[in-house]
T-cell receptor
Framework: ELKVEQNPLFLSMQEGKNYTIYCNYS?????LYWYRQDPGKSLESLFV???NGAVKQEGRLMASLDTKARLSTLHITAAVHDLSATYFC?????????????WGAGTKLIIKP | DTEVTQTPKHLVMGMTNKKSLKCEQH?????MYWYKQKAKKPPELMFV???????INESVPSRFSPECPNSSLLNLHLHALQPEDSALYLC???????????FGPGTRLTVT
C-alpha cells in the first residue's frame, strides 16, 4: 500500500523558534513535493525534491530528501507568524499504471507572536 | 505563465440544480486533474485526464461528470448533489508523468 505519513499533524510554536516537520513514505519514489495551504485557499507549491540528498531552501524554510530512509523534512528556522498554514507533503505514485500524487495528512502549523 | 484558472470561485447550489465548474491552463500540460478537498483533509483525487482522455476515475459518484473539451480546458458537471458534496474543488495540471503539479485557486461549493 502506498502511504505517506506526516508528523506532527498539529504544531503550535512561538515566533523565533525552530522546528521540523517529518514526512515518511512507503513508495520507492524519488520525487517528493511540499505544498502550503492557507485557510480557504488553494495549494501553493513550495519545494520539489528530485533526488536523494536534495536540499532546497526558501527564506526560513528548508526541505531535504533522503530516499534511502524514505524521509523528507521541512525545517522552519526562526518562525514568524506569516508561516502559519497547513503544510502537505506528497510523493509520486503509480496506481494501475496511472501516475498520481499520494498525499500526507498535512501538518497544521500555528505560530504565535 | 504558470497559472491554472478556475470559475466560479464560490458556488451555492440546491440538490436539484445542475451546474458546472470550469478550469483552464495554458502551460501545454497534457494531464489535468480534479480534486475534492474537505476541511482539514488532504485533497482527494477524483478524475485524471491524460491527453484529453479520462485515465483515472476514482469511483466517483455519477452525479459528478467530467469533461475535457480540449487540451486547455477541463469541466466538472454537477447534478443532484448531496450536502456532503460541499467542499473545495481543485483543478490541477502537470506535464505527463508529473514532476510539477500546479493547482488552481479552487471553487468553494456549498450544496443546500
Amino acid at each position: 500500500e502506498l502511504k505517506v505519513e506526516q508528523n506532527p499533524l498539529f504544531l503550535s510554536m512561538q515566533e523565533g523558534k525552530n522546528y521540523t516537520i517529518y514526512c515518511n513514505y512507503s513508495t520507492t519514489s524519488d520525487r517528493l513535493y511540499w505544498y502550503r495551504q492557507d485557510p480557504g485557499k488553494s495549494l501553493e507549491s513550495l519545494f520539489v525534491l528530485l533526488s536523494n540528498g536534495a536540499v532546497k531552501q526558501e527564506g526560513r524554510l528548508m526541505a531535504s530528501l533522503d530516499t534511502k530512509a524514505r524521509l523528507s523534512t521541512l525545517h522552519i528556522t526562526a518562525a514568524v507568524h506569516d508561516l502559519s498554514a497547513t503544510y502537505f507533503c506528497a510523493v509520486d505514485g503509480v496506481i494501475d499504471s496511472n501516475y498520481q500524487l499520494i498525499w500526507g495528512a498535512g501538518t497544521k502549523l500555528i505560530i504565535k507572536p | 505563465d504558470t497559472e491554472v484558472t478556475q470559475t466560479p470561485k464560490h458556488l451555492v447550489m440546491g440538490m436539484t440544480n445542475k451546474k458546472s465548474l470550469k478550469c483552464e491552463q495554458h502551460m501545454g500540460h497534457r494531464a489535468m486533474y480534479w480534486y475534492k478537498q474537505k476541511a482539514k483533509k488532504p485533497p482527494e483525487l477524483m478524475f485524471v485526464y491524460s491527453y484529453e482522455k479520462l485515465s483515472i476515475n476514482e469511483s466517483v459518484p455519477s452525479r459528478f461528470s467530467p469533461e475535457c473539451p480540449n487540451s486547455s480546458l477541463l469541466n466538472l458537471h454537477l447534478h443532484a448533489l448531496q450536502p456532503e458534496d460541499s467542499a473545495l474543488y481543485l483543478c490541477a495540471s502537470s506535464q505527463e508523468g508529473g514532476l510539477q503539479t500546479y493547482f488552481g485557486p479552487g471553487t468553494r461549493l456549498t450544496v443546500t
